[in-house]
């Protein structure tokens, strides 16, 4: 079973639907990370959660809404998005934020294609 | 502010070639991390190296070697005897060490093509 989880790993959804993405980490990590990729540009840190409490909210648009149930699960929710939005939506984890920051050892899921039309 | 530059967006190489791929870096801090990421096709970024500010000596992971050079604010990355493997899109990053920011500015990547 792989460290970070991603469902789904491709999704299309019109400007009005709602959807969410889904990551799981198995590694007992205590920090959770949302990161936006897309092309050609610089990954873009969205939402930092540690300890299930969000410390990091990088000036997102409302349209995306993350939630942490607990440190092993992390949720991204979708409505009234725009076809801007489309990218490639990373999860990763790290075993806390000050070791991330320390090592950079980021342990990341293999992403959720989003296509908005 | 602190900014990472990747200039070279595609590369291609032969398998067995040596190949370079550039970083050049910008911040205020004294004190910061630099690192490496691989992003095979499957998507996720797999951690290469890390090096702080105050470490130039160059490091040797196998086939895999970086030149940090402080004077030109710039953390290369050289990968000898290419292999198919290797292709990839790499990510250069930084983090500032101030307290309480561990965010990775990373820069736009460069798609790196290994031709068998």
């Known amino acids: 079973e792989t460290g970070v989880t991603q469902t789904p790993r491709h999704l299309v959804m019109g400007m009005t639907n709602k959807k969410s993405l889904k990551c799981e980490q198995h590694?007992?990590?205590?920090?959770m990370y949302w990161y936006k990729q897309s092309a050609k540009k610089p990954l873009e840190l969205m939402f930092v959660?540690?300890?299930?409490?969000?410390?990091e909210n990088n000036s997102v648009p409302s349209r995306f809404s993350p939630e942490c149930p607990n440190s092993s699960h992390l949720f991204l929710h979708l409505h009234t998005l725009q076809p801007e939005d489309s990218a490639l939506y990373l999860c990763?984890?790290?075993?806390?934020?000050?070791?991330?920051?320390?090592?950079?050892?980021?342990?990341f899921g293999e992403g959720s294609r989003l296509t908005v039309l | 502010a602190q900014k990472v530059t990747q200039a070279q967006t595609e590369i291609s190489v032969v398998e067995k070639e040596d190949v370079t791929l550039d970083c050049v870096y910008e911040t205020r801090d004294t004190t910061y991390y630099l690192f490496w990421y691989k992003q095979p096709p499957s998507g996720e970024l797999v951690f290469l190296i890390r090096r702080n500010s105050f470490d130039e000596q160059n490091e040797i992971s196998g086939r895999y070697s970086w030149n940090f050079q402080k004077s030109t604010s710039s953390f290369n990355f050289t990968i000898t005897a290419s292999q198919v493997v290797d292709s990839a899109v790499y990510f250069c990053?930084?983090?500032?060490?101030?307290?309480?920011?561990?965010?990775?500015?990373f820069g736009t990547g460069t798609r790196l093509t290994i031709i068998p």
């Open positions: 990763a984890s790290s075993q806390t934020r000050a070791v991330a920051r320390l090592t950079g050892e980021l342990f």
């Open positions: 990053a930084l983090s500032e060490a101030n307290f309480g920011n561990e965010k990775l500015t």
């Open positions: 590694l007992g990590h205590n920090a």
């Open positions: 959660y540690s300890l299930e409490e969000r410390v």
